[in-house]
């Protein structure tokens, strides 16, 4: 999966944070802002894979059809609004939490022949155009497995040198993909199906923006739920 950052407005031109993080970097939360779920996502899977065992494997070499997608970018965390005063001569750090507004797990669930859930996230990451045909399953889809939550960025940075007060808001998001599937494999009577249905992300990261600087059209839908929340007329 992949991480990132986004500075949008007058906060793109006053922040002075990494502007890109990839997968596999955590945040040091403490156990408060981004505190995760209760319960444990592997007995759940483990759940599923026993219920699962009951069906026959389905063959291979099938077709997926995709349908009711949604593929959209939204808004999991937020921070107060920082104010930073006019005329600030020092750079200010950004210490407001980012604080988990939604959860969000990644499944795959199914019925009808057992399907490998690393082989249906392969096959829509292609679908996607996150990866080739060709390319090994084996090394993954790039998309948020099964019993993964969804990560909140942290935000943090520090911003200075604005011309005027203004009130800069962290926020984090993902981008979350949700579908059902239809597997078809065989032919005539050995004809067989599996539907399911999909709940996954190929990235996640987090932007900072400015009550001060109204947002373009163009900005995410997370950033625009970001200004609302925080940036009320």
């Not at 599923?48 to 997926?64: F, H, I, L, M, S």
């Not at 970018?73 to 020092?90: C, E």
């Not at 060709?134 to 200075?160: F, H, K, Q, R």
């Not at 950033?223 to 940036?231: D, K, M, N």
Request: glycine share 12%; net charge neutral; with cysteine.
């Amino acid at each position: 999966m992949k991480r990132t950052r986004v500075h949008l407005g007058a906060a793109a031109a006053i922040v002075a944070a990494a502007l890109t993080c990839v997968s596999g970097c955590s945040s040091t939360d403490g156990g408060s802002a981004d505190a995760k779920p209760s319960g444990s996502a592997r007995a759940a899977a483990d759940k599923a894979d026993k219920t699962v065992a009951r069906e026959p494997q389905a063959c291979r070499g099938g077709t997926y059809t995709w349908f009711n997608m949604q593929d959209r970018s939204v808004l999991n965390g937020l921070a107060d609004p920082q104010r930073i005063a006019h005329g600030s001569g020092r750079m200010t750090k950004l210490t407001e939490p980012v604080r988990r507004l939604r959860t969000d797990q990644a499944s795959v669930v199914s019925q009808g022949p057992r399907l490998d859930p690393k082989q249906v996230l392969f096959a829509l990451s292609t679908h996607l155009g996150f990866t080739e045909k060709e390319d090994d399953p084996d090394m993954g889809s790039g998309l948020g497995e099964p019993g993964e939550y969804a990560e909140i960025d942290p935000g943090g940075g520090e911003a200075g040198g604005s011309h005027r007060t203004v009130r800069l808001i962290s926020y984090s998001f993902v981008r979350l993909v949700e579908t059902d599937f239809r597997y078809t494999c065989g032919s005539g009577e050995g004809r067989r199906t599996t539907t399911g249905h999909v709940v996954t992300w190929p990235s996640s990261g987090g932007g900072l923006i400015s009550c001060e600087e109204p947002l373009d059209k163009k900005a995410s839908a997370a950033a625009h739920e970001a200004f609302r929340l925080s940036c009320p007329a």
